[in-house]
């Protein structure tokens, strides 16, 4: 892509080599994010460097005459499901149809008591009008052969009917990272569930995370993490280690769960679970493995939605003046920007002001600034401000 308007980009060769993201052709600045970023490449070049607080508010003016809009939902996983059928009638195409939809709404909002209730059962009776595609599929060496459907929905479609019934939304940006100690004990054999380690309760557990729509990850399990954290700690309830050690991976959850299979063969799971130094802890149990983890899961999800789904009114709140620290390169400053954008709570957001490593951004919310602030803490991308300033981040590093 050609900047229109960046004095090193050549119209009549189509790019000059290096040249891979272009943001000129849309905002008509005077330079592109790429040619600045290839100028500021070299470490040696330090009249260059000297030069991107300049590059950087020039950028910012530019952008600062446009309102950015906040993207639509941009995670198609969330609004596809795959459901069981015997046939490709019409009738049990419907009905998949219905029971596919039925997967998503519980996804996208958090709230399984929705198909219980009147929005969700409004949007249920009109499954077809949101159906973008279809197809089927047989799971490969079932026996017998089982068919399948799988359906995507149109997402920004549902995500309008949300808002028109009123119920809140839980959108890409919201979902954290998730870390997961699983303790298991199944009559005398005792382990830590790793990743890829293919045992059939981690391999549940994401089946049962994924139709959720929470991103879960797994600890390694190297000599690293076996120094830090045994299974006695998390049988006992210690989490000290396992939150210590979790600190490697970055999550922005802590799932930390203790699975014991009794003599008669039923399941019984201790959850705890730390988002953003707040734990809640609960237990379940199941005759099945599928039903326990299962249950463990949506707990999660409910307790994840109930935080950081967004309730979209439609009525917009005023501009709330929001300042990011440690900006430094026009790299950092598109990171910043792409992360406000997406999520749900933010409609719109304009550059303010420019220092030369902070800026000011005025956000128009769809929600309420207390959602939002609840959303940052759990992210990766920014963090509180260390003086404890309202309203004022910093660049995560």
Request: with cysteine; net charge neutral; hydrophobic share 40%.
């Amino acid at each position: 892509m050609v900047a229109a308007g960046c004095k090193q980009c050549k119209p009549e060769t189509g790019m000059i080599p290096g040249c891979d993201g272009c943001y000129g052709q849309i905002h008509r600045i005077p330079i592109c994010l790429a040619h600045t970023n290839r100028l500021l490449a070299n470490s040696n070049d330090m009249d260059a460097r000297s030069r991107l607080p300049r590059y950087l508010a020039g950028l910012a003016f530019f952008l600062s005459l446009l309102p950015v809009m906040a993207p639509g939902v941009t995670g198609l996983d969330l609004f596809e499901a795959e459901v069981p059928v015997s046939s490709q009638t019409p009738a049990e195409r419907s009905t998949a149809m219905q029971q596919a939809l039925a997967s998503v709404l519980v996804r996208v909002t958090g709230q399984r008591e929705l198909l219980q209730q009147s929005p969700g059962r409004a949007l249920l009776g009109s499954a077809g009008n949101y159906v973008q595609q279809y197809r089927y599929f047989t799971v490969p060496d079932s026996v017998p052969p089982q068919l399948m459907m799988r359906v995507r929905f149109d997402g920004e479609a549902v995500r309008q009917a949300l808002r028109q019934q009123g119920v809140a939304f839980w959108g890409d940006a919201e979902r954290p990272d998730t870390l997961v100690w699983l303790a298991v004990e199944d009559r005398g054999r005792r382990y830590i569930v790793s990743a890829q380690d293919g045992t059939q309760a981690g391999q549940q557990l994401e089946l049962a995370a994924r139709q959720r729509g929470i991103p879960l990850l797994f600890p390694l399990l190297d000599l690293e993490d076996q120094s830090r954290v045994q299974f006695s700690d998390l049988w006992g309830g210690f989490f000290d280690h396992a939150l210590e050690a979790s600190q490697r991976y970055n999550p922005q959850a802590i799932l930390i769960g203790r699975l014991n299979r009794s003599r008669t063969g039923s399941w019984v799971a201790r959850w705890n679970l730390q988002v953003a130094g707040n734990p809640s802890s609960w237990t379940n149990s199941d005759n099945q493995l599928a039903g326990v983890l299962n249950s463990g899961i949506d707990n999660v999800a409910d307790t994840l939605a109930s935080r950081l789904a967004v309730r979209e009114t439609g009525s917009h709140t005023g501009m709330v003046s929001v300042r990011v620290d440690d900006i430094r390169t026009l790299a950092a400053y598109a990171r910043v920007n792409d992360y406000l954008a997406s999520l749900t709570a933010v409609r719109q957001l304009q550059v303010e002001e420019v220092s030369p490593t902070s800026v000011n951004y005025a956000l128009q919310l769809d929600g309420t600034l207390q959602g939002l602030t609840q959303t940052i803490a759990i992210g990766t991308v920014l963090e509180p401000d260390p003086t404890g300033t309202p309203a004022t981040y910093r660049l995560r590093q």
